[in-house]
C-alpha cells in the first residue's frame, strides 16, 4: 500500500479501536501475567495506543512508560484517568528510542508484526536487548500464521454483522514476503469507513532465531496469558525472551 506509514494504522483506527477489541481481547489476564514480570521496573510498552494496557498496570503502581508513532492513539491514551501521567515517546517502536533499562519490555496484539520488514523486527530484538537491566524480560503476543487462511493469495471476511453495521476484512497475500495488507471495512448507515493494516508475520522459531541473533533466548512460551500449554492448535502465543543472567 502506497505512502502506509509507521502512523497510518493507528491514525485511521483509533476513534474505533478500544471498541473494536474491548470484547475480543483478555486485558485482565494480560494485565495480570504483566504485573508478575514487572519485577522493580521500570516497564516499556512498545506500541503503547491507548493505553489498554498501561493505564492498569500505573494503577498497579508500576512504573510504566511507552513508545508510539500515532498521534491519534496516544490522543486517546491521553483523555483516559491517568493517561496523561504515562511517560510516552514519539516514534518507530523499532528504535527504542529512550533512555535507560528496564525489567520489562512487551508488545502486544500482534504488534511486532506491523514492523514489515525482518530486518526492522530483529532490529527491533536488538534494540530491546540493549535496554534490558539484568533480569530483565522481552515479552511479545502474537498470533501463529495460519496460511490456509488464504486462498490464491487473498481473502474477504465478516468480522460482524449487526443491524446497522457489517464489518469485512479484504487482505492480500504477499507469501515471499511474509506480508498481509488488509483494509478492514465499516459499512453502516452513515457511510463506509476503511482502515489499512499491514503485517509482516513470523512464526515462533523465527522470533526464537530474532531473539537469540539478539542475545535473548526463548524462556518461556504459552497460548496465552492465562498460561494455557502452547501446542498445534494454538492461535496465539505469549513468548518470553530474557539472557542467560536472567535465569535463576
Known amino acids: ?26 486485558t485482565d489476564a494480560a494485565v495480570d501475567g504483566l504485573a508478575r514480570l514487572a519485577g522493580s521496573g521500570p516497564v516499556l510498552e512498545l506500541a503503547i495506543g491507548t493505553g489498554r494496557l498501561a493505564i492498569p498496570l500505573a494503577q498497579r503502581g508500576i512504573d510504566i512508560r511507552g513508545i508510539d508513532a500515532s498521534e491519534e492513539m496516544v490522543a486517546r491514551l491521553r483523555a483516559k484517568p491517568g493517561g496523561e501521567d504515562i511517560p510516552v515517546t514519539m516514534g518507530d517502536f523499532a528504535d527504542v528510542g529512550v533512555e535507560g533499562s528496564f525489567s520489562l519490555v512487551f508488545v502486544v496484539f500482534n504488534t511486532l508484526f506491523a514492523l514489515l520488514t525482518q530486518e526492522d523486527q530483529l532490529r527491533c530484538f536488538r534494540n530491546v536487548a540493549a535496554h534490558l537491566a539484568d533480569g530483565g524480560r522481552f515479552v511479545v503476543e502474537a498470533f501463529v500464521p495460519d496460511l490456509a487462511r488464504f486462498e490464491r493469495g487473498q481473502r474477504v471476511g465478516v468480522s460482524a454483522v449487526s443491524i446497522d453495521r457489517v464489518d469485512l476484512e ?14 478492514h471495512v465499516f459499512v453502516s448507515g452513515e457511510g463506509t469507513r476503511l482502515s489499512p493494516v499491514s503485517l509482516r508475520y513470523a ?4 522470533l526464537d532465531l530474532m531473539a537469540r541473533l539478539a542475545g535473548l533466548e526463548l524462556q518461556e512460551r504459552c497460548g496465552g496469558w492465562s498460561g494455557e500449554p502452547f501446542t498445534n492448535a494454538s492461535r496465539d502465543h505469549v513468548s518470553i525472551y530474557g539472557s542467560d543472567r536472567t535465569r535463576p
Open 1 to 26: 500500500m502506497q505512502d502506509y506509514g509507521p502512523e497510518t494504522y493507528g491514525d485511521r483506527i483509533a476513534e474505533l479501536y478500544d471498541s473494536l477489541y474491548e470484547r475480543e481481547l483478555d
Open 170 to 183: 479484504v487482505s492480500r497475500h504477499d507469501a515471499v514476503n511474509q506480508r498481509v495488507d488488509s483494509q
Open 203 to 206: 512464526f515462533p522459531s523465527e
